[in-house]
T-cell receptor, first 111, second 114 residues
């Protein structure tokens, strides 16, 4: 079983739509959770960390459900510039810094 | 400007010809790592280093070597490249542990082994 699983998509949505991605993780002892954004052929960049209480950054909201072992990312009022691949990332081990990446969910926002 | 640099950005080589991909960061980060990214498999960690002279295997270390003689540099060495090492490689650095777990990635090296 993979450490982190995501629906690969693609998600094709019109501008202004609200879209949500989920991601599940297998290790219940996982410590930290993140969403990264990756544009085509570019390096991943941190979008936001995910906290137990949930957190919001502008149009982006991330939530963590430890009981069900999933994290979510909600994007409101989608913009063309939101088109990218969104990577779910989990830090699984205490005392180590290795991260596990999902394969990514591809989002295309259509005019 | 804070950054992670990798060289070369693109490389085509032949089976068995030793190569090194360099990685350098200017943020004084303790932690550095190498990933490879393949379609359908996502990013997989090859090796990581928690500080100078401290390295350890990630999930897919076979066929790779690393060294960490200086804090800023973390080269990836392929002693005898094979076609299954054709991939997109990313170097990353971060401070050690929480609260700052942000990984800063280099721009990537696209390697083709014929």
């Amino acid at each position: 079983r993979k450490e982190v699983e995501q629906d690969p998509g693609p998600f094709n949505v019109p501008e202004g739509a609200t879209v949500a991605f989920n991601c599940t993780y297998s290790n219940s002892a996982s410590q930290s959770f993140f969403w990264y954004r990756q544009d085509c052929r570019k390096e991943p960049k941190l979008l936001m960390s995910v906290y137990s209480s949930g957190n919001e950054d502008g149009r982006f909201t991330a939530q963590l459900n430890r009981a069900s072992q999933y994290i979510s990312l909600l994007i409101r009022d989608s913009k063309l510039s939101d088109s990218a691949t969104y990577l779910c990332v989990v830090k699984a081990k205490i005392g180590a810094n290795n991260l596990f990446f999902g394969t990514g969910t591809r989002l295309t926002v259509i005019p | 400007e804070a950054q992670v640099t990798q060289n070369p950005r693109y490389l085509i080589t032949v089976t068995g010809k030793k190569l090194t991909v360099t990685c350098s960061q200017n943020m004084n980060h303790e932690y550095m790592s190498w990933y490879r990214q393949d379609p359908g498999l996502g990013l997989r960690q090859i090796y990581y280093s928690m500080n100078v002279e401290v390295t350890d295997k990630g999930d897919v270390p076979e066929g790779y070597k690393v060294s960490r003689k200086e804090k800023r540099n973390f080269p990836l060495i392929l002693e005898s490249p094979s076609p299954n090492q054709t991939s997109l490689y990313f170097c990353a650095s971060s401070t050690w542990g929480p609260p700052t777990d942000t990984q800063y990635f280099g721009p990537g090296t696209r390697l083709t082994v014929l």
